[in-house]
């Protein structure tokens, strides 16, 4: 069972997710992303969160959910080829839920989760035109990684996810 969350969530249900959640999660991204990227980043998305990361990644991983909704997630793992680091793969928040530090509340669970697991390292990506999202990995204590190409003055590591997948890469050192 795990901790609660502190107010203002102590009606939240946090725990982690199982193969059950999959589609639940799934239906709620088009809407939180607000249809970004039209129906080739819906795709993306889906692509991103397959079956899988619910049977086999679930240890590191967090569900909230309010009134039987899922408000929250976030799916992360430690790495099993680098054993000083962990990943943070894809992390979402209900839009009426952002900016009052849910989703901070989350990277503090699994950067606790990395630490007690040996982990001093975490890392994540996300692509170049999220300006939200490299502003909120910033304030968590993230850097930006090196790039040989830039967006928007971000480094940016060229196709990361594959031909035209450009993504900026951040390291956050536990200590």
Same mark, same amino acid.
């Given at each position: 069972?795990?901790?609660?969350?502190?107010?203002?969530?102590?009606?939240?249900?946090?725990?982690?997710?199982?193969?059950?959640?999959?589609?639940?999660?799934?239906? =709620?991204?088009?809407?939180?992303?607000?249809?970004?990227?039209?129906?080739?980043?819906?795709?993306?998305?889906?692509?991103?969160?397959?079956?899988?990361?619910?049977?086999?990644?679930?240890?590191? /991983?967090?569900?909230?959910?309010?009134?039987?909704?899922?408000?929250?997630?976030?799916?992360?793992?430690? /790495?099993?080829?680098?054993?000083?680091? /962990?990943?943070?793969?894809? $992390?979402?928040?209900?839009?009426? *839920?952002?900016?009052?530090?849910?989703?901070?509340?989350?990277? *503090?669970?699994?950067?606790?989760?990395?630490?007690?697991?040996?982990?001093? =390292? $975490?890392?994540?990506?996300?692509?170049?035109?999220?300006?939200? /999202?490299?502003?909120?990995?910033?304030?968590?204590?993230? $850097?930006?990684?090196?790039?040989?190409?830039?967006?928007?003055?971000?480094?940016?590591?060229?196709?990361?996810?594959?031909?035209?997948?450009?993504?900026?890469?951040?390291?956050?050192?536990?200590?």
């Amino acid at each position: 069972m795990l901790t609660p969350l502190p107010p203002p969530w102590q009606h939240h249900t946090i725990r982690h997710p199982d193969p059950e959640d999959h589609l639940a999660v799934l239906a =709620v991204l088009d809407e939180w992303w607000g249809g970004l990227g039209g129906e080739a980043g819906s795709r993306q998305r889906a692509l991103l969160l397959p079956k899988l990361m619910f049977q086999h990644f679930t240890h590191g /991983s967090f569900l909230v959910t309010a009134d039987d909704r899922v408000v929250a997630f976030l799916i992360g793992f430690l /790495s099993p080829s680098r054993p000083a680091e /962990s990943y943070i793969h894809f $992390v979402g928040v209900e839009p009426a *839920e952002r900016g009052r530090g849910l989703g901070a509340a989350l990277y *503090e669970r699994f950067f606790a989760y990395s630490a007690e697991h040996g982990r001093s =390292v $975490v890392r994540a990506i996300t692509s170049p035109e999220n300006k939200g /999202s490299h502003a909120f990995h910033t304030r968590m204590g993230f $850097v930006t990684e090196p790039g040989p190409k830039e967006f928007e003055g971000r480094p940016v590591q060229p196709d990361y996810d594959g031909p035209g997948l450009d993504r900026l890469s951040f390291r956050k050192d536990l200590g």
